[in-house]
C-alpha cells in the first residue's frame, strides 16, 4: 500500500501562484508515476499533468505552459507550481501514483489517491 500527502492548497488571487506538494509512504518502491487530477464543483474529475521516475511529463492542455510538475525521487514527492492562476483553475486537487504507464494515467487515473487539496482563485 502507498499513502498520498497533499498540501500546499489555499485561496489565491487570479494570476496569482501556488505549489502544491504530494509526499508518497508506504510501499514506494511500486511507483512508477506520480501526478494530479481535479475536480471542480459540478464537474468530472480531470487529469492535470504526470510525471514518471524518469522524467518524462504530460500536462493537460488546459495547465499548459502555467503549471510545471516536478518529482524528487529522493524525497518521494511530487510537486505542482501553479502559476497565472484563473478562476477556472478551482478545484480540489489529488495526488494520483502508481505503476501506470502515462497514457493509463491520463485516461483513467493510477492506483492510488490522496485525499485532495482545496484550491480556490479568487478576487
Known amino acids: 500500500q502507498v499513502q498520498l500527502v497533499e498540501s500546499g492548497g489555499g485561496l489565491v488571487q487570479p494570476g496569482g501562484s501556488l505549489r502544491l506538494s504530494c509526499a508518497a509512504s508506504?510501499?514506494?518502491?511500486?511507483?512508477?508515476?506520480m501526478g494530479w487530477y481535479r475536480q471542480a464543483p459540478g464537474k468530472q474529475r480531470e487529469f492535470v499533468a504526470a510525471m514518471t521516475s524518469g522524467g518524462s511529463t504530460k500536462y493537460a492542455d488546459s495547465v499548459k505552459g502555467r503549471f510545471t510538475i516536478s518529482r524528487d525521487n529522493a524525497k518521494n514527492t511530487v510537486y505542482l507550481q501553479m502559476n497565472s492562476l484563473k478562476p477556472e483553475d478551482t478545484a480540489v486537487y489529488s495526488c494520483n501514483a502508481g505503476s501506470d504507464t502515462i497514457v493509463q494515467f491520463t485516461t483513467s487515473g493510477a492506483q492510488y489517491w490522496g485525499q485532495g487539496t482545496q484550491v480556490t482563485v479568487s478576487s
Open positions: 508506504g510501499s514506494i518502491f511500486t511507483i512508477y508515476i
